[in-house]
Nanobody, 127 residues
Framework: QVQLVESGGGLAQPGGSLRLSCAAS????????MGWRRQTPGKGLEWVSA????????DVADSVKGRFTISRDNVKNTVYLQMNSLKPEDTGLYYC????????????????????WGQGTQVSVSS
């Protein structure tokens, strides 16, 4: 069965960095767009970033543009979210997601386009 296991969350100071990882199993990873979404106290559920199946296309929310970078390793079946210049408003529970349909990039922002989520990893940004 499909499993998505996030890790790498924790406590960071404003301006600091964290790297989230999502280990995937149970499906042919390199066929699917993957994404990150977060649940924050201020904005609720918010899409963060997505990456195409082969890693050639990425998309990132305006709220994190220039600070967060998504990447993937199709040998390790893992997708990453590098988070730099963290702000207190980045505090939240970060979820990894798998797109429903395999194949080439068709966008990755819509919540209904995803069928599996991980359990989430908590990120807290505070001094």
């Amino acid at each position: 069965q499909v499993q998505l296991v996030e890790s790498g969350g924790g406590l960071a100071q404003p301006g600091g960095s964290l790297r989230l990882s999502c280990a995937a199993s149970g499906f042919f990873f390199s066929d699917y767009t993957m994404g990150w979404r977060r649940q924050t106290p201020g904005k609720g559920l918010e899409w963060v970033s997505a990456i195409s199946n082969d890693g050639s296309v990425t998309d990132v929310a305006d709220s994190v543009k220039g600070r967060f970078t998504i990447s993937r390793d199709n040998v390790k079946n893992t997708v990453y979210l590098q988070m730099n210049s963290l702000k207190p408003e980045d505090t939240g529970l970060y979820y990894c997601q798998k797109l429903k349909s395999p194949g080439r990039w068709s966008g990755g922002r819509k919540i209904d386009d995803y069928d599996y989520w991980g359990q989430g990893t908590q990120v807290s940004v505070s001094s």
